[in-house]
């Protein structure tokens, strides 16, 4: 054999081996964020007409909430669990908030106590989430816990608002418009604690009782209006 055919064969045994160095594979762990999974809570369901006496206080519940979750992290340590509980469709109003503890092998473990109005059902958004040494932000898990009372949540029967609106000119006055919500609850009008207005996501507007909620037994629904003087929310 050649020398010149001696210097292919090293050549290529040289490129085999380099690429036996660079075959792909376990993915690195570093920089990944935490994981948490397998949530569970209870209780998942509360009607406000079966709770002792001990957890009523006038028209607010009180209600004992447990919470385990699974949090791990592939490459630091977690640094804490937090859990929210978020009211019905305003998801940025909580009803309760902590962190969890360690309670084992990658299971964290907490309770709290909600305070519910017996005017606020529906279902209310239970969050989990951990972060890291590193501030890294995991993954979401979330559940959703129902609360009931008598009858059932206030129906929106119908909502009196122009669809069209003209942007005023610069140096025009701003337009001013009425938005009128014919409401009903199932419990009595009493039991409506408040009727929101919220455009594109903004912040909430009260619209306030033009009267007839004051009358219950004359109609079963009430009209709520914005803007309004001289009422009350």
């Not at 978020?86 to 109003?93: C, E, I, Q, S």
């Amino acid at each position: 054999m050649s020398m010149r055919h001696v210097f292919w064969l090293v050549a290529l045994a040289g490129g085999l081996l380099w690429g036996c160095d660079t075959l792909p594979g376990a993915p690195s762990l570093e920089g990944r964020p935490p994981v948490v999974s397998d949530l569970s809570f209870a209780p998942d369901s509360v009607d406000f007409n079966t709770l002792p006496s001990e957890q009523i206080r006038g028209d607010t519940a009180l209600i004992p909430l447990s919470l385990a979750v699974t949090a791990r992290d592939p490459d630091g340590r977690i640094a804490r669990v937090a859990f929210v509980v978020r009211a019905p469709l305003n998801h940025h109003r909580t009803r309760g908030h902590g962190t969890l503890e360690a309670s084992g092998t990658d299971r964290y473990t907490g309770e709290t106590t909600l305070r519910l109005h017996r005017a606020q059902v529906g279902p209310y958004t239970v969050l989990v989430y951990a972060v890291d040494d590193e501030e890294r932000l995991s993954n979401q898990v979330r559940g959703t816990l129902w609360f009931w009372a008598t009858g059932g949540p206030p129906v929106i029967e119908e909502v009196q608002v122009l669809d069209t609106l003209r942007r005023p000119a610069p140096g025009e006055p701003p337009v001013v418009f009425q938005v009128v919500a014919r409401v009903s609850d199932p419990d009595g009008l009493e039991n409506i604690l408040r009727v929101e207005l919220r455009v594109n996501n903004g912040a909430p507007i009260l619209l306030c009782d033009d009267g007839a909620k004051a009358s219950a037994a004359a109609s079963p629904t009430a009209a709520m209006r914005w803007p309004a003087t001289g009422c009350s929310p």
